[in-house]
Nanobody, 126 residues
Framework: VQLVESGGGLVQPGDSLRLSCAAS????????MGWFRQAPGKDREFVAV????????FYADSVKGRFAISIDNAKNTVFLEMNSLKPEDTAVYYC????????????????????WGQGTQVTVSS
């Protein structure tokens, strides 16, 4: 499976961006597609995750109410709608795919993900 992200860029505080991640290859019901981010000098951190062809979305507290994750199961593509962006949202955003069902606690751990995209830079600055 290959993951390709797109949609990053340079925006001002308060602006919006929409990230996309297209997965080639097979995904199964119950797999999880998640967004993580990594700022310079920091560990990769969980942002949001959604289950493939099942209900269930989970968010980091820092983005809850501002970001929304969605999925087009027919196209194996996951989206991250980011609103009210803040300078602290600046990071490289990565899309990950985890095979198999798991509880939310597991899905928040980047080490649980087998497949990763190349990342897309999001910079929020005035």
């Amino acid at each position: 499976v290959q993951l390709v992200e797109s949609g990053g860029g340079l925006v001002q505080p308060g602006d919006s961006l929409r990230l996309s991640c297209a997965a080639s290859g097979r995904t199964n019901r119950g797999d999880a597609m998640g967004w993580f981010r990594q700022a310079p000098g920091k560990d990769r951190e969980f942002v949001a995750v959604i289950r493939v062809r099942e209900s269930g979305t989970f968010y980091a507290d820092s983005v809850k109410g501002r970001f929304a994750i969605s999925i087009d199961n027919a196209k194996n593509t996951v989206f991250l709608e980011m609103n009210s962006l803040k300078p602290e949202d600046t990071a490289v955003y990565y899309c990950g795919l985890r095979k198999g069902r798991a509880i939310a606690t597991i899905l928040r751990d980047p080490s649980e993900y087998t497949y990763w995209g190349q990342g897309t830079q999001v910079t929020v600055s005035s």
